[in-house]
């Protein structure tokens, strides 16, 4: 992900990287954007592009005028994106570690410096099974099995990962991020017939997940029938 900040003297010409068949056709970019430029767009007020060594405004521009050109290009070629840092940095888990400026290539972790991009998925069309009145449903106790295997399988990853470099070996085994995320969930729906349940595995797939986190040490401090308890029970309280 290329990402380049919203106050950068460049910017206008960066969200026109990807207009009119200019280069990085194939590349992913995105605006980084703070709460302060959102909100003088919003008051339609000037805006300070920065020096990013000095430090000094070199330029002032309106608000609006800089954010029409990130929609219109957005709109033309479907890039650049906007990553929120501001909320970013105040949701994001180690906050004594640095400030996050970027995010994988497609945007589904921020990262902080020289961290890496660990990514499983969970295939949804493998946890249906047919009830006892024959109706199609979750095997959520299978769910459980598989979220959690999931998670120690990419912190395995983290440890006997080959690094390119040292610093993102540091980083990656410092922080020990990884996403777990689901695959053919249409398939769950439609084919099985599913969908009522639908709603219900993202929030379970998080309390699984938040549930092992603490026990990646030894998988079998977490017991399948635990989580499987937990889940049946939440399936109720979630609807």
């Known amino acids: 992900m ?32 703070t709460d302060a430029f959102m909100q003088a767009v919003e008051k339609d007020k000037a805006w300070e592009l920065i020096h990013p060594r000095t430090g000094k405004a070199v330029k002032q521009v309106q608000a609006k005028v800089l954010w029409q050109a990130i929609v219109e290009s957005a709109w033309e070629s479907g890039n650049p994106g906007m990553i929120f840092l501001d909320t970013i940095n105040a949701f994001q888990p180690l ?16 990262l902080l410096p ?56 540091k980083s990656s085994r410092a922080s020990r991020k990884v996403g777990l995320g689901v695959r053919r969930a249409l398939n769950m729906v439609y084919e099985y017939n599913c969908g009522h349940w639908y709603y219900l595995l993202f929030p379970n797939i998080g309390r699984v997940h938040y549930h092992c986190d ?10 399948i029938e635990a989580i499987a308890g937990m889940l049946e029970e939440s399936k109720w309280t979630l609807r």
């Open 2 to 33: 290329g990402v380049l900040n919203v106050d950068h003297p460049d910017i206008f010409e960066f969200v026109q990287l990807r207009t009119n068949g200019k280069p990085l056709q194939n590349f992913n970019l995105s605006v980084g954007v």
């Open 214 to 223: 603490g026990k990646l040490v030894r998988v079998d401090d977490v017991s």
């Open 114 to 169: 020289f961290e890496s991009c660990n990514l499983g998925s969970v295939n949804l069309s493998r946890l249906v099974r047919t009830g006892e009145q024959g109706q199609m449903e979750v095997d959520w106790e299978k769910l459980a099995y598989v979220v959690r295997a999931g998670i120690r399988f990419l912190d395995n990853v983290i440890e006997v990962n080959r690094y390119p470099h040292p610093h993102i070996a």
């Open 95 to 110: 906050p004594s570690q640095g400030r996050i400026w970027s995010t994988n290539p497609c945007g589904e972790v921020p």
